[in-house]
């Protein structure tokens, strides 16, 4: 058990545990003092939000469970603690009889929760469907906290479930916590690295506050080191598994986690600079994953002589109409150089905005003159061809790195299409896709440029063939003409192009070497 209760009751104790003191020192099994590091960290928050983890064994369910004695003594404590599933909830309900009995804490089956002598409770559940979440709304709680959330599988959960923490008691304002600990991997890797990681840092070096909310967020990194009572042979153990999941389990990697749908996929291999624009020859073509609530992404694509896609760009569209969107994606893009465009099916369904006529989303793409067809929505294929794509580990004869076979170009849009798609996992029941996932109602996450691009992917278009250079004779009067023409539209060097001389007529003047000779 990471953590330790104190050996001494006093003064000591309590310090050991600043800022954040139990209310508890004065019987040893009432006292506990967490370890430095990671439990002090997590401990001391003050965000609104806070997630603690990375590697697994720094201690971060004793801590989940610890940190609400702080308050234990309060009545208007009122606290839900969940895990995924029923038997994860019952074997960290045993752990939290053990700790909370030493408060007065009393576990009552019919309301599933701990109730304490002040007339304060905490509640366990657990949320294996969307419908569970159902359970615990309509009820005021004064802190939620999730143990192991990485295995939640939409971000709108426990959106949702943090909409649930106020309080009427001024009180307890300063108490109104969300808290949550998680590894990397699960269904949820992708929404809980772009939560957190994404605007806190790998080291958790920043507090974030959501502009929209106000509400702040942080993240505290754990590390296995961090705690002081491991068992050695747990260590051990962590260090025999494969590379990947060491380096996820063991070093609280988060790129390196298991379920990743594009494994391979690294900004600093597949990514370069802007084009001002494409070369002529490329064949270029665009995708589209249309929606309205949720994101409309339009990604625009090209491939060179080479067989290597170019993702030139990509357009984020949201609660706009379809004529709206053709303008939109006609201000960034040459719809006219497109061979083709790629639509989601969902084009091809009822305009519900246009109820007099009731025309189809598609009427106002192909109004736009764009060259629209029906998207690949084969889903194994889309993330296979993906996958050949991204890969360049180990692929050339003799077991070196090649160029892989997609690059971004350095966009806005096409930075969160990368970001997106680094974050995909794959779908536990069905490995070989990628887990759907929808964007929240603020428009956060979602799969929707992944959509896109691997409709975009999934086209079967041919590489074009890079110009060759005209061979002329060289002494072709015209192509000497052509030359001398070309090079005065492009240079200085050629102030005009000489009038062909008749040869029989003309007589060829002589060089000022010649003159001299007959002088």
């Not at 953590?3 to 954040?20: F, M, N, Q, R, S």
């Not at 003050?46 to 064994?57: E, I, Q, S, V």
């Not at 070196?400 to 170009?409: E, K, Q, R, S």
Request: hydrophobic fraction near 40%.
């Amino acid at each position: 058990m990471a953590g330790a209760h104190a050996a001494t009751a006093g003064p000591e104790a309590v310090k050991l545990i600043a800022p954040v003191d139990f209310p508890h020192a004065a019987a040893d099994p009432r006292t506990w003092v967490p370890d430095p590091g990671f439990q002090r960290k997590f401990l001391a928050s003050n965000a609104d939000d806070c997630l603690g983890g990375g590697a697994a064994g720094p201690g971060k369910t004793d801590i989940l469970l610890w940190l609400w004695m702080r308050i234990v003594e309060h009545p208007w404590l009122a606290v839900l603690l969940l895990r995924r599933t029923r038997p994860e909830l019952i074997e960290m309900r045993d752990r939290a009889e053990v700790y909370y009995k030493h408060f007065g804490g009393q576990w009552v089956a019919k309301d599933e929760r701990f109730v304490f002598p002040a007339g304060g409770w905490i509640r366990m559940g657990y949320c294996d469907q969307y419908k569970h979440v159902q359970r615990y709304m309509g009820i005021e709680y004064t802190g939620i906290g999730i143990d192991e959330m990485g295995q939640f599988p939409q971000e709108r959960w426990v959106t949702l479930l943090m909409s649930r923490i106020r309080t009427s008691v001024p009180e307890a304002r300063p108490y109104l916590w969300f808290r949550a600990t998680a590894n990397p991997g699960g269904e949820g890797h992708a929404w809980v690295k772009r939560r957190y990681l994404a605007k806190c840092g790998a080291d958790g070096s920043r507090i974030y506050k959501d502009p929209e909310t106000g509400l702040s967020r942080q993240f505290c990194p754990g590390r296995i080191a961090d705690n002081s009572h491991i068992d050695p042979g747990y260590v051990r153990r962590l260090n025999a598994l494969p590379e990947r999941e060491r380096m996820a389990l063991r070093d609280g990697n988060w790129d390196a986690a298991e379920g990743i749908a594009l494994e391979e996929l690294d900004w600093r291999i597949h990514s370069q600079p802007r084009l001002d624009q494409a070369p002529d020859y490329w064949t270029q073509w665009g995708a589209l994953d249309w929606g309205f609530s949720h994101w409309c992404v339009f990604v625009w694509l090209a491939l060179d002589e080479l067989g290597i896609v170019h993702v030139l760009d990509s357009v984020w569209m949201r609660r706009l109409l379809p004529r709206a969107i053709a303008e939109r994606v006609g201000e960034s893009v040459p719809i006219d150089q497109l061979m083709m465009v790629y639509c989601s099916p969902d084009c091809w369904n009822l305009d519900a905005s246009k109820s007099d006529s009731n025309p189809q989303v598609i009427d106002a793409f192909t109004a736009a003159e764009w060259p629209v067809t029906k998207a690949n929505t084969d889903r194994v294929q889309r993330l296979q061809i993906a996958r050949d794509l991204v890969s360049y580990k180990g692929r050339d004869t003799l077991g070196g790195d090649v160029a892989p076979g997609i690059v971004f170009h350095d966009t806005p849009g096409n930075r969160r299409l990368f970001d997106q798609c680094s974050g995909l996992t794959t779908d536990p029941d069905k490995p070989e896709t990628v887990l759907k996932v929808d964007a929240t109602a603020g428009g956060e996450g979602g799969d929707d440029g992944w959509d896109a691009l691997s409709f975009g992917l999934a086209s079967h278009l041919d590489a074009p063939e890079k110009p060759k250079p005209e061979l002329l004779h060289a002494f072709d009067r015209a192509a000497l003409a052509a030359t001398a023409d070309k090079s005065k539209r492009h240079t200085s060097h050629f102030d005009s192009v000489p009038e062909e001389r008749d040869v029989e007529h003309d007589p060829v003047p002589p060089s000022p070497e010649s003159a001299w000779e007959v002088l």
